[in-house]
């Protein structure tokens, strides 16, 4: 695509997000919040591949808006090819691929793909599930929902991050590379819990033997308002990959104008955060000693 559109591309979703955000800030309800629910993952119907980066949250927003209760996305072309029909008068949600020169499949979540010459960037419009008549679903594999906390404590535990517990807040100090949480009595219940040390072991993949992740160079003062969204993304994406809901968090209240700032003063912003924390929820699953089982 032009480099208009793609300017475009990047305006209208960031614009969306950030009016997502805008309107969420009163209960701090953010776009990446779910219920842990079918839409928690979007997925493509042709691949059955969970989209990644910026385009998960774009999906989660227009389902949100339009009160979808799929989480099932295709081209119109996919959706014909299926022998589905996308409904008269429905509306597309915009996503963006990056299309590495010399490759055969398109990459979601590249960070800055209009910087970097071997990416060529192009705009899609994808439909939902909820907008297409002809279609059946085929029936899941998923964990049942019994055994989705033991499975989430197994995924954090294997994440092998020194953890303190009993502390009197939940932190990560990069100094000591040792995660910090209240006691467990401290949380609602266990999805709290998990939700908490998510964020936390995010901020831990940003370590230089880690991810090696620093935001000091290219949002200056703003660099601790992105690496919290980083964090806060990484928990909406693995904890909808573990099929648990996440929770909006009061404590990041005071980050809210922060993030919209951020996003009004760089289109592009929200498109690094969000590959950021697809790098962030990619490490988590790397450290795991088997593929794991993705409920839906």
């Known amino acids: 695509m032009t480099t208009e559109t793609r300017a475009d591309i990047y305006t209208r979703i960031t614009a969306e997000i950030a009016a997502a955000i805008a309107a969420g800030a009163g209960d701090w309800h953010m776009p990446w919040h779910h219920n842990g629910g079918a839409i928690a993952r979007p997925a493509n119907v042709a691949s059955g591949k969970p989209y990644r980066g910026v385009n998960t949250l774009a999906l989660w927003i227009a389902a949100q808006a339009r009160g979808y209760a799929s989480g099932t996305w295709g081209t119109y072309r996919q959706w014909q090819a299926l022998g589905a029909q996308v409904r008269k008068g429905e509306r597309a949600t915009a996503i963006v691929f990056w299309k590495r020169i010399g490759a055969a499949e398109d990459e979601q979540d590249v960070e800055d793909g209009d910087d970097r010459p071997r990416f060529v960037g192009r705009g899609y419009s994808v439909f939902n599930r909820c907008q297409v008549d002809g279609y059946e679903p085929p029936a899941i594999d998923a964990l049942p929902e019994a055994e989705r906390i033991p499975h989430a404590e197994a995924f954090i535990a294997a994440l092998d991050i020194p953890t303190t517990l009993d502390a009197d807040a939940a932190y990560y100090r990069v100094d000591l590379d040792r995660i910090f949480m209240p006691p467990f009595g401290a949380f609602e219940d266990s999805v709290a819990f998990i939700g908490t040390f ?33 964090a806060e993304l990484t928990a909406g994406y693995v904890l909808a990959d573990l099929g648990l809901a996440h929770h909006p968090r009061p404590d990041h209240a ?30 988590m699953h790397a450290q795991q000693p088997h593929a794991a089982t993705v409920p839906s």
Do not use: C, M, N
């Open 254 to 283: 005071a980050y809210i104008a922060s993030w919209l700032k951020v996003l009004t003063d760089d289109p592009r912003a929200i498109f690094t955060a969000a590959s950021k924390a697809q790098q962030a929820a990619d490490w």
């Open 198 to 230: 998510a964020h936390e072991a995010a901020h831990a993949t940003g370590a230089k033997h880690r991810l090696d992740r620093d935001f000091t160079s290219r949002f200056s003062h703003q660099a601790r308002a992105v690496e919290e969204l980083v």
